[in-house]
């Protein structure tokens, strides 16, 4: 029996045992593995990861935490790396590149930032992003204090015609990157 994780009650569900458990054990060839091996296991996959649910499952919570810190370490892993092989100036300057196209975006005027949801589709409540959005702005533009952990565990209400899900996910994720670059 598997101790990795806490699990949650058999009545609720969580994490399938057997996916995490295959997924941590690649994680952990990937980050022993010789840096000159091409590896396909990098801090966006970790946090793109997904895992079933069963009943009596890995603790949701303990799981997505553990994630969290094995990102971050595969990202710190990333930078080093590309330091070494470019240099940290070409790091920052494609930090920077990404961090610009993420302005252009949320430059946008409000309300007009992202496609919409279908018509009779929800998505993520307009208002709600572009005050999160505003935020983003001023973490760029002003260096206003932001952790990775807020944009991680931000969440927005849901409303018809909403936002679409999809780019405003791919939005955030571009931020994490260029949090996590610039650390």
């Not at 690649?26 to 946090?47: C, F, G, H, K, M």
């Not at 070409?90 to 949801?117: E, H, N």
């Not at 959005?133 to 807020?150: I, R, T, W």
């Not at 944009?151 to 571009?174: I, P």
């Amino acid at each position: 029996m598997s101790t990795t994780f806490p699990r949650s009650r058999k009545s609720r569900l969580g994490y399938n045992v057997d996916q995490v458990e295959d997924f941590l054990e690649e994680a952990r060839r990937a980050y022993t593995a010789d840096p000159q091996q091409p590896n396909v296991l990098n801090a966006e996959s970790i946090r793109t990861m997904a895992f079933a649910m069963q009943k009596g499952g890995y603790s949701t919570s303990h799981v997505d935490a553990a994630l969290e810190r094995l990102e971050d370490a595969f990202a710190s892993r990333e930078r080093e790396r590309a330091f070494a092989q470019a240099g940290d100036a070409a790091w920052y300057a494609k930090a920077r590149g990404s961090a610009q196209t993420i302005l252009d975006r949320l430059a946008r005027p409000a309300g007009q930032r992202f496609s919409r949801a279908g018509l009779l589709t929800t998505g993520y409540d307009p208002k709600d992003v572009d005050a999160f959005a505003d935020k983003l702005v001023s973490y760029f533009q002003h260096g206003k204090p932001m952790s990775v952990e807020h944009v991680r565990t931000v969440v927005f209400a849901s409303r018809k015609r909403g936002y679409n899900e999809t780019q405003v996910d791919l939005l955030l994720d571009a931020v994490i990157d260029v949090m996590l670059a610039v650390r």
